[in-house]
């Protein structure tokens, strides 16, 4: 399948040549509607890997999205950037992004729905082989996306939050996570109080998890989006950084 992408910008960020860089749109249907998400992977690699699911902000697939998370993840495992949207809603500005989120906010079952959906799709693909060690993670509402998957009893090993909201209408579904949690958390986030990080961290203990919440004191929301730029919502890049090497070593222990 053809794309519009620019696979030199999005290489130079996952960290290999372009000519290794392998970048696939992987299709699935669901409730009639057609979703599209992006695969991307080093072609040098030719034995099974680990999968990472991973969503993106609120913006959905875009070029800057896939950018960020290829930027973060790395090329270690492959990558599936999901599509929880339906392939005709790219949203433009932030107005139109807040119309695709809030209705996923509200119902968290459709929101797992859609999550395994995607989750699926990346099983059942053919374009890259993998060696059934599974992780997943999610920036922003991406994050919020991740930890619903979690909740939801999806056999994954590793799943982690980037400035991703952490609250849920059913904190008791946390006994139904399967594999470990991390959560990078910008302290001066005005959209995740400090309140909300503390029932987290109850929800999660009460599940007896393999748990891990880093919070980053020079940190807002969208510490990892380069375009962020409002009080309270902003990037910064000590932080993406740091973010990024716990990410790295997160998923490098509970994938290997």
Known sequence: MSHHFDPAAIAAKFGVPAADLGIELISHQLDGVEYESVLLFNKKNTAPVAGVLAVPNFFGISQKTLEVAAGTVGPAQALLVADVYGKTVRPKNADEAL???????????????RMNAALDAFKGQDKVKLNGKLGAC???????????????????????????????????????????????????????????????????????????????????????????????FFYHRPTAERASAALKNFFAEKLA
């Open 99 to 113: 119309a695709a989120i809030i209705p996923l906010k509200k119902e968290r079952a459709e929101l797992r729905k």
């Open 138 to 232: 999610g920036f922003c509402f991406g994050g919020t996306a991740t930890l619903e998957l979690a909740r939801s009893g999806a056999a994954v090993n590793a799943f982690a939050s980037l400035h991703g909201a952490l609250d849920t209408p059913n904190p008791q579904d946390a006994q139904n996570i399967k594999g470990a949690i991390l959560v990078l958390h910008g302290i001066q986030d005005p959209s995740v109080p400090r309140e909300q990080v503390n029932a987290f961290i109850d929800e999660v203990s009460a599940a007896k998890l393999d748990w891990q919440v880093v919070c980053y004191g020079q940190a807002g929301h969208s510490f990892t989006d380069p375009e962020a730029n409002n009080p309270g």
